[in-house]
């Protein structure tokens, strides 16, 4: 059974973070282990939460407990999203060491949170260039939205080629798969949506209608999804092709409920048995 050690924030309401990415893996079959970053009653788009933010020693420390069960090695992949701190960050990288020490094979895949379109920045000092000089540098995996390839890259990017030529970029600080979301090209219709995973030197796209919906979430479930698919496949464009037409089916049952929160339990189907895909075209 492929095994996913998840290292990310958590709310007891509503789905972000491991509350997100958790269930969708384990939907999938896959046995997952949750090591929490935060623990609040929700997350904070609502203005007010409760809670508690961990540091970078409880992350070590929970993880040292795990490894003192000798299962680090059965481990397949290490999976990480928003960092509330550089410490955090880095004990994340000390936990993909730790993991590769004991099973070199297993791969380490990156959500690089930094910003989105329309918000910039909402990471805290710091994090912007850990990401770019830390974390990424030691994944196997990235899944940046279009904002936050642009900031790795160090470029603005618009048309199809100028894409290619950031996640190039990306690439050659050390990641070999890089899942590109939320992109908006100059050829991008404005009632469609890509997403863009890329590999070996090729580059795939998966072009999905917009929808109207704007919730907290959806990234990360996306991120484990792909993650699942391409341990399962190797396969970048068959990963994407799963993903998105699982992420879409989610997203579209929670526009018609209306719901603030993705319905990641009443739409659970989708994670298994997508209700529609979409074509995989090389680009």
């Known amino acids: 059974m492929v095994a996913v050690l998840s290292i990310q924030s958590h709310v007891a ?87 590769r020490a004991a099973n070199p094979a297993a791969v380490y895949c990156c959500d690089p949170v930094i910003g989105d379109v329309g918000r910039g920045v909402f990471v805290r000092p710091g994090i912007e260039e850990f990401m770019r000089e830390v974390a990424v540098p030691a994944a196997d995996v990235v899944t940046p939205n279009h904002f936050e390839l642009d900031s790795l890259a160090g470029t603005a990017t618009r048309s199809l080629d100028s894409v290619r030529d950031a996640v190039a970029a990306v690439q050659a600080l050390g990641p070999r798969v890089v899942l590109t979301t939320s992109l908006v ?51 970048a464009a068959e990963a994407l092709g799963r993903a998105a037409a699982s992420v879409h089916g989610l997203l579209q049952r929670t526009e018609q409920a209306g719901s603030r929160e993705i319905l990641l339990v009443a739409a659970q189907e989708e994670f298994v048995t997508p209700s529609r895909t979409f074509d995989v075209d090389e680009v």
């Open 185 to 235: 090209t100059d050829d991008t219709p404005e009632d469609a949506v890509d997403l863009l995973a890329s590999e070996g030197g090729r580059h795939f796209r998966v072009r999905t209608p917009r929808l109207d919906v704007s919730v907290n979430g959806a990234g990360d479930a996306i991120a484990a999804l792909f993650l699942a698919h391409w341990l399962d496949t190797r396969s």
């Open 13 to 99: 309401y509503g789905h972000v973070g491991n509350s997100s990415a958790v269930f969708p893996l384990q939907r999938l079959g896959i046995e997952v282990w949750p090591v929490h970053t935060v623990q609040f009653s929700n997350h904070t788009g609502y203005g007010e939460w409760r809670g508690r933010v961990f540091d970078g020693p409880a992350i070590e420390e929970v993880v040292q407990g795990i490894s003192e069960r000798g299962v680090l090695g059965s481990a397949d992949a290490v999976l990480s999203g928003y960092l509330g701190s550089a410490d955090i960050g880095h004990a994340v990288v000390a936990t993909v060491q730790r993991v």
